[in-house]
Antibody, heavy 119, light 110 residues
Framework: QVQLVESGGGVVQPGRSLRLSCAAS????????MHWVRQAPGKGLEWVAV????????YYADSVKGRFTISRDNSKNTLYLRMNSLRAEDTAVYYC????????????WGQGTTVTVSS | QSALTQPASVSGSPGQSITISCTGT?????????VSWYQQHPGKAPKLMIY???NRPSGVSNRFSGSKSGNTASLTISGLQAEDEADYYC??????????FGTGTKVTVL
């Protein structure tokens, strides 16, 4: 079945880096745009970044621009989020989500991975 | 990239209809027919309920419907059921090719 599984979360000190992964299965990964969305504890959803099906286009929320990098490896059906210079306010559950290509909407979501930035 | 504005809470009795609004600007909601709506139960991942203003993905109940007028989109839930109690978020494509979510609405079934 169609599935997204995130990994790589954990506890990290402010200023350090972390890389999240999202393993996709059950659909043609290389044909779909992919997103990262996060949710701080007790807060709403915040869109983080999107990457096109072939990786040629990437867009970021202002809150992470210049610190986070979204990437993908279509040969491994895997999406990544490299997070540098982490701050306390980056603490959240991070979800990867599949674009309802060619339409606009996120139709498949992973279960999320928790990132805690704390000294 | 300011969040889209939603009411914090909406409530209704079983069988009633409720509507959740989502207000943005001409650079997001008003500029494109790319508004989507998500349902999130506590501790769960969001679920797509409506895409491109008024389209329902396969498997989503026809009790959920979407519309848009100007810079405001709306999600209507008719025949409210206990299982509809959840948080709901709108989202829109923006003129910067980014996406933005709404502030979220907690739906309570009385």
């Amino acid at each position: 079945q169609v599935q997204l599984v995130e990994s790589g979360g954990g506890v990290v000190q402010p200023g350090r880096s972390l890389r999240l992964s999202c393993a996709a299965s059950g659909f043609t990964f290389s044909s779909c745009g992919m997103h990262w969305v996060r949710q701080a504890p007790g807060k709403g959803l915040e869109w983080v970044a999107v990457i096109s099906y072939d990786g040629s286009d990437r867009y970021y929320a202002d809150s992470v621009k210049g610190r986070f990098t979204i990437s993908r490896d279509n040969s491994k059906n895997t999406l990544y989020l490299r997070m540098n210079s982490l701050r306390a306010e980056d603490t959240a559950v991070y979800y990867c989500a599949k674009d309802l290509s060619p339409h606009h909407g996120m139709d498949v979501w992973g279960q999320g991975t928790t990132v805690t930035v704390s000294s | 990239q300011s969040a889209l504005t939603q009411p914090a809470s909406v409530s209704g009795s079983p069988g009633q209809s409720i509507t959740i609004s989502c207000t943005g600007t001409s650079s997001d909601v008003g500029g494109y027919n790319y508004v989507s709506w998500y349902q999130q139960h506590p501790g769960k991942a969001p679920k797509l309920m409506i895409y491109e203003v008024s389209n329902r993905p396969s498997g989503v109940s026809n009790r959920f419907s979407g519309s848009k007028s100007g810079n405001t989109a709306s999600l209507t839930i008719s025949g409210l059921q206990a299982e509809d109690e959840a948080d709901y978020y709108c989202s829109s494509y923006t003129s910067s090719s980014t996406r933005v979510f709404g502030t979220g609405t907690k739906v309570t079934v009385l």
